[in-house]
């Protein structure tokens, strides 16, 4: 059973507002990655991080930002959502080995009225 | 870039075997071919992977070519929690970091 969390796993927003999403992992895993899915569609990655204070934009363009200052915690920022964020937003973790399997959160929906 | 060609669906009957089968043409000799699956949207779940020969866990077998520019994961008896999106992944190489990019997927459909 993987011990990867995200929360909240649905919320509702408004306009302008403000977002962290919350995604943590128990399993001392280097390596943490944001996914961002829309309904029917395939997933892209956003933003990955190899370390405490390492980030890196993936390979769709985001808004979002992203930090890591402990190895457990990776959250995501909207500073002004948009109703164009609204999506589902997954996080995963993996060791640092460049083959390692990743596990994933049950991920946050995010709709943007 | 696309590096993998998936059928966008299948059907398989409750019992039998499924097949999925996926093209990796541009494959690098360091490159291990994964399998993700996700079930309603929800987070995409670790099958298995393999470089070169066959592989087989408790979920499904992975069979690779020997080219290794295809292969086919194998759900020996496919129940109906079966029923997902498929992804086949070539992990990108070590250098930039072992990064999953997912493509389009095969969205299996398990029939009573």
């Known amino acids: 059973e993987a011990d990867i969390y995200q929360t909240p796993r649905y919320l509702v927003i408004g306009t302008g507002k403000k977002i962290t999403l919350e995604c943590s992992q128990t399993?001392?895993?280097?390596?943490m990655y944001w996914y961002q899915q829309d309904p029917g569609m395939e997933l892209h990655l956003i933003h990955y991080s190899y370390g405490v204070n390492s980030t890196e934009k993936g390979d769709l363009s985001s808004e979002s930002t992203v930090s890591r200052i402990r190895t457990e915690h990776f959250p995501l920022t909207l500073e002004s959502a948009r109703p164009s964020h609204t999506s589902q937003y997954l996080c995963?973790?993996?060791?640092?080995?460049?083959?390692?399997?990743?596990?994933f959160g049950q991920g946050t929906r995010l709709t943007v009225v | 870039d696309a590096k993998t060609t998936q059928p966008p669906s299948m059907d398989c009957a409750e019992g039998r075997a499924a097949n999925l089968p996926c093209n990796h043409s541009?494959?690098?000799?360091?490159?291990?071919v994964y399998w993700y699956r996700q079930i309603h949207s929800q987070g995409p779940q670790y099958i298995i992977h393999g470089l070169k020969n066959n592989e087989t866990n408790e979920m499904a077998s992975l069979i690779i070519t020997e080219d290794r520019k295809s292969s086919t994961l194998i759900l020996p008896h496919a129940t109906l929690r079966d029923t997902a999106v498929y992804y086949c992944?070539?992990?990108?190489?070590?250098?930039?970091?072992?990064?999953?990019?997912f493509g389009q997927g095969t969205e299996l459909s398990v029939k009573p």
């Open positions: 995963a973790s993996s060791e640092s080995t460049a083959i390692a399997e990743a596990f």
């Open positions: 541009t494959i690098s000799g360091n490159e291990y």
């Open positions: 399993m001392g895993h280097d390596k």
């Open positions: 992944i070539v992990r990108v190489g070590r250098n930039q970091g072992g990064k999953l990019i």
